[in-house]
């Protein structure tokens, strides 16, 4: 009788295990019962039934957060990935690919994802507007164009220097290209999220109990919770401490360390990015060709094709007529005079540049002989 009073009356003097065992057996009812940790706190999250202690969140950031305070707690090292990784879970992570899409183009990397008809309209265009170029393009096994690669990674550059040379079309590539790498990342992300995590705690005894949405609803029965302290061995320690010590040894599957970085090397999903990618480029490309054949004549593209051999637009090139004292850069061709715009700066210097525009045989006089004036002088700033 003694024994008995004890149990009604002093639930408080109970430890966790106590408690527990007492509930598998329904001689206490859950209303009596409350959980710390060691350091005197409870959780909202929890709420104590008579088959077991039930979880709330409102979303994965709660769940890691409460599950695994050591990974993703406050004041643990990771603890801002628990949001970032909800948001790649509800598809609103940018992976950042469009910081990216400049350095791949200007590499000649986003040729690698050309479909069969991007390249042969890639094809078309060269041949259109320097076609001493089309001796980069060879046949592979299957009968599809490719570019050259190897000790011939000029043709990669020279398709850059190409497309850039021409109206619009290397910016909305990247676009293109960082949207699809987005798109074919966003959905896989959020599958590969779920994979490790919605029922990843079924190992443990830890099950969700709405089968409809994960990270919400979970619970774990107290046999379940009793066999924790049985395997940790740790009898007199609360609940909750014991729970997230014995999900640290058993669960393993963790979404990879920076995943920021990394986990897109995981998710890209192929079908889905080639569709984007191949049928929007297609369209540009189709674009472009009917622009050039409306819009430019053959003495433009001698003039492009002349461009493309001196260095291509938007690098700064030596002048051999002074020496190399002065570099200068082309920028664009007036459609219609077939001028050339260009800059000219000191070499190595971050200091005034200035702005002219010459027919392509006064600029090769330019850069290749020497002349009476300095080149900076009688020019725009």
Known sequence: MRKRLLIENDISELDDFQKILLLNKRKISPDEVEFFNSDGKSYDEMEVKYDGLYFTFDGLEEFLKFFFPGTYGDGSYDEYEASNLEQMYNSRWDFGFGDRAYDEWRDGYIFGYFCENNMNLLYDVVKLVSPKLMSCFVKNNSG????????????????????DSLPNISDQIQWIWSDAMQEASEDDASNYIKDRYCDGLNGVGIKRYSDRYCFWKYNISWGNLAMMFINTGEFDGNLIDTMHTYIDKNFKDHTPESYAYEIADYVHNSEKFNDYFCDKVTIRLEELIENLMEDFDTEYFEVLTKVIDMGGFGNFLPMKSYNDKYQIRLNSIDPDNLKIKYTIKLKNSWGEDKQGELPLKDLLNLINQPGLFDPMDYRSS
Do not use: A, P, Q, T
């Open 144 to 163: 599809k164009f490719i570019l050259k690669s190897g000790d011939n990674e000029s043709c990669y550059n020279s398709m850059v220097e190409v497309l």
